[in-house]
């Protein structure tokens, strides 16, 4: 069974820097690449990063590009989003996201809010 639980997400003040991490189970996570996606109050769930199985291969969403990274731990199973230079638009649910057999399987979201 696909498990992913998100976690790490807070306040932070506008400038600051938060890391959530994403630990999954339940698939084979080396062969699996991950994302992460976020969805503000009142707006639709839009992609921010993606990696692939061997952490090569990294995607930004241009909204997070130089302020984001995105890297995973194959040993521990956990993907992590360091987010730098927060802004109060980054303000958002965070999920992480796995396409499994065919599937999507999300976490349950972790809330960043930047505010001062």
């Known amino acids: 069974q696909v498990h992913l639980v998100e976690s790490g997400g807070g306040l932070v003040q506008p400038g600051g820097s938060l890391r959530v991490s994403c630990a999954a189970s339940?698939?084979?996570?080396?062969?699996?690449?991950m994302n992460w996606y976020r969805q503000a109050p009142g707006k639709e769930r839009e992609w921010v990063a993606r990696?692939?199985?061997?952490?090569?291969?990294?995607h930004y969403a241009d909204s997070v590009k130089g302020r984001f990274i995105i890297s995973r731990d194959n040993a521990k199973n956990t993907v992590f989003l360091q987010m730098n230079s927060l802004k109060p638009e980054d303000t958002a649910i965070y999920y992480c996201?796995?396409?499994?057999?065919?599937?999507?399987?999300w976490g349950q979201g972790t809330q960043v809010t930047v505010s001062s």
């Open positions: 996201k796995a396409w499994v057999g065919s599937h999507d399987y």
């Open positions: 339940g698939f084979t996570f080396t062969d699996t690449w």
């Open positions: 990696i692939s199985s061997t952490g090569y291969i990294i």
